[in-house]
Nanobody
Framework: QVQLVESGGGLVQAGGSLKLSCAAS????????MGWYYQAPGKQRELVAT???????NYVDSVKGRFTIARDNAKNTVYLQMSSLLPEDTAVYSC??????????????WGQGTQVTVSS
């Protein structure tokens, strides 16, 4: 019973900041890559950022320099610090994690998503 729960979404004005959090819980042996994806209205779900267990990061070009992904392995948590937000960032943001459960191989898990709305 591995579960990912996101928090931190909401409504913010353009130029503002939000910090998203995603905590994994359940029977976890080890969490490998974690990340964030978003889906804007009328568009497909796309990668925002990923981070490996050792801290290597990858970002979509549109958020480089504005968003920062980080993780706390002791807390089984991944964060997305979002700054200089634009209306174009409005989307449902979903947490992703590749997790090896106790007595299992690694599998992909997804959170339910959290809405981020950026107003002009």
């Amino acid at each position: 019973q591995v579960q990912l729960v996101e928090s931190g979404g909401g409504l913010v004005q353009a130029g503002g900041s939000l910090k998203l959090s995603c905590a994994a819980s359940g029977s976890i042996f080890r969490i490998y890559t974690m990340g964030w994806y978003y889906q804007a209205p009328g568009k497909q779900r796309e990668l925002v950022a990923t981070i490996t267990r050792d801290g290597g990061t990858n970002y979509v070009d549109s958020v480089k320099g504005r968003f920062t992904i980080a993780r706390d392995n002791a807390k089984n948590t991944v964060y997305l610090q979002m700054s200089s937000l634009l209306p174009e960032d409005t989307a449902v943001y979903s947490c992703y994690a590749n997790i090896r459960g106790r007595g299992e191989v690694a599998n992909d898990y997804w959170g339910q998503g959290t809405q981020v709305t950026v107003s002009s």
